[in-house]
């Protein structure tokens, strides 16, 4: 396993056609707080209208986010929605915690082997210190691969990510990422090939 690597270089490394994946339990809406006075858009696109201003400081909830990493969040700011830069605000958490999110998962077949790329991510506000196990299965459901790293004597620093790289002789179109505050499930996708 491969642990810790730049953001940048992850997804350079890393692009997926549709993976599906869903973190157990119901999903909690993010936190984040301005960095300094910010501009809202009415689309996610700096180039869309501007429709207000956040002030330094401010709590925002969010209520969607782009699907790209480091895109846009969706705010409501005095009776005004709009999308504001992620890369302008900071993650913001009433109880700092950690929170391993799953960026994204896919696989390529080389050579006859199936060879399964996981970017993990701590999205919370403090360090994630504690196992992960991760779990591939194969089309009749029964385990193909498992294997846990545990994080408990270097913790995952926030807003670092690191990858998983397995190599399996069958395909397994599930996984299952469990870690100590949740699981994370759902099925693998093919990775686009670069021209």
Request: with cysteine; proline share 5%; glycine share 8%.
């Amino acid at each position: 396993m491969k642990r810790m690597i730049p953001v940048a270089c992850l997804f350079l490394l890393l692009t997926v056609a549709a993976p599906s994946f869903a973190q157990a339990g119901a999903p909690k809406a993010k936190k984040f707080r301005t960095s300094y006075e910010i501009q809202v858009y009415a689309e996610a696109d700096f180039h869309s209208k501007k429709v207000a201003k956040i002030p330094s400081g401010v709590v925002l909830e969010a209520l969607a986010e782009t699907a790209r990493y480091g895109g846009y969040v969706q705010v409501t700011y005095k009776n005004k929605t709009g999308w504001v830069l992620k890369s302008e605000m900071e993650r913001y958490m009433d109880v700092p915690a950690p929170e391993i999110v799953l960026l994204s998962n896919g696989y390529k077949i080389i050579g006859g082997t199936y060879r399964y790329f996981f970017a993990l991510r701590n999205d919370g506000t403090l360090a994630y210190a504690g196992p992960i196990k991760l779990r591939l299965f194969d089309g009749e459901n029964k385990v193909v691969f498992e294997k846990k790293v545990d994080f408990t004597s270097d913790p995952m620093k926030p807003d670092t990510a690191g990858t998983f790289f397995i190599d399996t002789a069958v395909e397994a179109p599930r996984f299952e990422l469990e870690h100590k505050d949740g699981k994370i499930e759902g099925g693998t996708g093919k990775l686009i090939e670069r021209l």
